[in-house]
């Protein structure tokens, strides 16, 4: 009985503090900007999990073979089964393709971009290396603030919450994984197989306060104030 309700939360975010504040028992409206959204807990008390209702990356449908995905802190990044990963490695690949044209001269080379999709072409790792050499074949590359915006938002679609936004500084990652020098960004979405977990990492809940509600079986979701690592 030392706590008000059967729930917790948690953001992780660095704050002059601590990097991230948990919250037990109820929900703390200090560490959250907006409305609190719920959807159903579906992982019947094996796992913290939600129905799937899409992904799109750059506002485009992501193959979707796993209409449940887990929530776990513990796991670093996002993990998708392998037709997921092979759908967002090729949405991006074709993006590429359609925003980007070539002119080559003796000694320079042009890039001209003729499509809406973005204003800029692609920076390094997707474009401008060979198809089995990309980020998503566990290469690592040096990016600069500006071609790091490049990439798209990858967001995830839920029943009963706004779509939750995975921006590219949360799924391209700084000095992560093993293949790495100092510096510089790998993938930080990951395979699981043909058949493997669907899974929300810390990567993702990093711009959100998450809220486990045991009580009423369900999980809520909103956007991480400043506050967050701050909180004594």
């Known amino acids: 009985n030392a706590i008000p309700s059967w729930s917790w ?28 959204q719920y959807t159903a807990d579906t992982g019947g008390g094996q796992f913290y999990q939600m129905s799937l209702n899409g992904m799109t990356i750059g506002g485009q449908q992501i193959n979707i073979v796993e209409q449940q995905v887990i929530i776990d802190s513990g796991t670093n990044i996002l993990l998708v089964p392998d037709g997921t990963y092979q759908s967002i490695k090729s949405i991006l690949l074709s993006m590429v393709k359609q925003s980007i044209f070539t002119v080559r001269y003796p000694l320079f080379m042009f890039l001209f971009v003729f499509d809406s999709f973005f204003s800029f072409p692609f920076p390094q790792g997707v474009c401008d290396v060979s198809s089995s050499s990309t980020l998503f074949d566990g290469q690592c590359f040096y990016f600069t603030v500006q071609q790091l915006q490049q990439f798209p938002n990858l ?11 995975v921006p590219p500084a949360s799924y391209i990652l700084q000095n992560y994984g093993t293949n790495f020098k100092p510096g510089q960004f790998c993938l930080g979405i990951d395979n699981t197989g043909a058949n493997g977990f669907q899974i929300i990492g810390d990567t993702v809940m990093s711009g959100y306060y998450v809220v486990f509600d045991l009580q009423n079986t369900r999980i809520g979701w909103a956007p991480v104030s400043k506050n967050c690592g701050n909180l004594s």
């Open 9 to 36: 939360a948690i953001c992780l975010k660095q704050g002059r503090l601590s990097n991230g504040t948990i919250t037990l028992g109820g929900v703390d409206p200090r560490l959250y900007v907006g409305a609190m």
């Open 155 to 165: 967001t995830i679609s839920v029943p009963g919450i706004n779509p939750i936004v």
